[in-house]
């Protein structure tokens, strides 16, 4: 089965630091782009970072810019993602998604498939 | 950033009725756009890929049409395990970004 698995929420004080892991299996880990996804009741679905599927390239959501960092192990079948000078804003569930895609017709067309469980985090003092 | 509206926000519907649920992109997306259904305490499951590719699994009754900025969502024939949140999502470009949700409650 597909699947993956993140772990590592949790409740956290207003600057502090978290790191979540996130572990696949039934798949190749490192023939896919991973990405985070937050979701919280004021923001709804918030797309949070990128690593391509040999971790040379990054990309982030401007409100998480400088202060998380995406990065993953092909060896451990695991991404995780580092966040630190964590704000009460960020308090979400947090999901792993794997990229999926093709091209069509000359564009790259991609979709998140599966998602993982999630895993809560809390900032509050 | 690409916004998505979705619509509408909330849609109160029986079993057996047709649904239809739109997006519309601020600008095109070259119809790269999912769609995804999230049951309460659940993590989103993908149900339509490229606006209107069927995954693998999903029941026929959903279905995905558009091109452009104006997307739709149908359910043919609403069944009682498709009363959940339904989201869309553009993948064309970053930041990538999903519409507000449209939530399908039993009337």
């Known amino acids: 089965e597909v699947q993956v698995v993140e772990s590592g929420g949790g409740l956290v004080q207003p600057g502090g630091s978290l790191r979540l892991s996130c572990e696949a299996s039934?798949?190749?880990?490192?023939?896919?782009?991973m990405h985070w996804v937050r979701q919280s009741p004021e923001k709804g679905l918030e797309w949070v970072s990128r690593?391509?599927?040999?971790?040379?390239?990054?990309k982030y959501a401007d409100s998480v810019e400088g202060r998380f960092t995406i990065s993953r192990d092909n060896a451990k079948n695991t991404v995780y993602l580092q966040m630190s000078s964590l704000r009460v804003e960020d308090t979400a569930v947090y999901y792993c998604?794997?990229?999926?895609?093709?091209?069509?017709?000359?564009?790259?067309?991609?979709?998140?498939?599966?998602w993982g469980q999630g895993t809560l985090v809390t900032v509050s003092s | 950033d690409i916004q998505l509206t979705q619509s509408p926000s909330f849609l109160s519907a029986s079993v057996g009725d047709r649904v239809t649920v739109t997006c519309r992109a601020s600008?095109?997306?070259?119809?790269?756009l999912a769609w995804y259904q999230q049951k309460p305490g659940k993590a989103p499951t993908l149900l339509i890929y490229?606006?209107?590719n069927l995954q693998s699994g999903v029941p026929s009754r959903f279905s995905g049409s558009g091109s452009g900025t104006e997307f739709t969502l149908t359910v043919s024939s609403l069944q009682p395990e498709d009363f959940a949140t339904y989201y869309c999502q553009q993948l064309n470009s970053y930041p990538l970004t999903f519409g507000g949700g449209t939530k399908v409650e039993i009337k």
């Open positions: 998604v794997r990229d999926v895609g093709r091209s069509v017709g000359g564009i790259w067309h991609k979709w998140f498939d599966p």
């Open positions: 690593i391509s599927s040999d971790g040379s390239s990054t």
């Open positions: 490229s606006a209107s």
């Open positions: 600008q095109g997306i070259n119809s790269v």
């Open positions: 039934g798949f190749a880990l490192s023939g896919h782009w």
